[in-house]
């Protein structure tokens, strides 16, 4: 059974701190991304690796980092917090060059910043 | 710039009654296409998917009908259970961007008992 696991349900942090969401997979997949899910926006693509170490800008990367150092391992960093990345954080993983496109999420991170 | 729409914020339904979830698309290199169903508190979980060399494929209660020259694509579900009831967002790819997903916005489908 595939499993896509993220270090927290529910986080708090104050405006300025650095923000480190983990997230790990178990299905030796290639691909790693972050999205981020906002009432009326659906999900919005942050980051995405596609390869130890390779990342690419997603759609809305502004305020964001990542780090790819392990395969099964893709961590998002908000380098300084604010109110505006208050939001449900989703990661997901998936093949390389599979058959089908599918993405297996985790089952989120929901981040308050006060 | 949002290529990939779903008009339809929510929708209420009927127990047993067939739902009809709708998304429209204006990137023509999209070639793929998912359903994701998303329940709160809990990441979205893949549904049915479509290429565009089809207009229709099914999966027990669920079928998914692509029109590409409207660049519109449906799920039905039939008959709908109140266990259907959650957000369903719709996405797509093209070949040049590899495993890339584009999103809509979601429609919140609640099914009355």
């Known amino acids: 059974d595939v499993k896509v696991t993220q270090s927290s349900r529910y986080l708090v942090k104050r405006t300025g701190e650095k923000v480190f969401l983990e997230c790990v997979q178990d299905m030796d997949h290639e691909n790693m991304f972050w999205y981020r899910q906002d009432p009326g926006l659906g999900l919005r693509l942050i980051y995405f690796s596609y390869d130890v170490k390779m990342k690419e800008k997603g759609d809305i990367p502004e305020g964001y980092s990542v780090s790819r150092e392990k395969k099964e391992r893709f961590s998002l960093i908000l380098e300084s917090a604010s109110t505006n990345q208050t939001s449900m954080y989703l990661c997901?993983?998936?093949?390389?060059?599979?058959?089908?496109?599918?993405?297996?999420f985790g089952p989120g991170t929901r981040l308050l910043v006060l | 710039d949002q290529q990939v729409k779903q008009n339809s914020p929510s929708l209420s339904v009927q127990e047993g009654r067939i739902s009809i979830l709708n998304c429209d698309y204006t990137?023509?290199?999209?070639?793929?296409f998912l359903w994701y169903k998303k329940y709160p508190a809990e990441g979205p979980t893949f549904l049915i998917s479509?290429?565009?060399?089809?207009d229709k494929n099914e999966d027990g209660r669920f079928t998914v009908f692509l029109n590409k020259s409207a660049k519109h694509l449906s799920l039905h579900i039939v008959p709908s259970q109140p266990g259907d009831s959650a957000v369903y967002f719709c996405?797509?790819?093209?070949?040049?961007?590899?495993?890339?997903?584009?999103f809509g916005e979601g429609t919140q489908l609640t099914v009355n008992p």
């Open positions: 996405a797509a790819s093209e070949r040049a961007s590899g495993s890339r997903l584009t």
């Open positions: 479509i290429s565009s060399i089809k």
């Open positions: 997901a993983s998936s093949l390389q060059g599979g058959k089908t496109k599918t993405q297996y």
């Open positions: 990137n023509s290199m999209f070639d793929y």
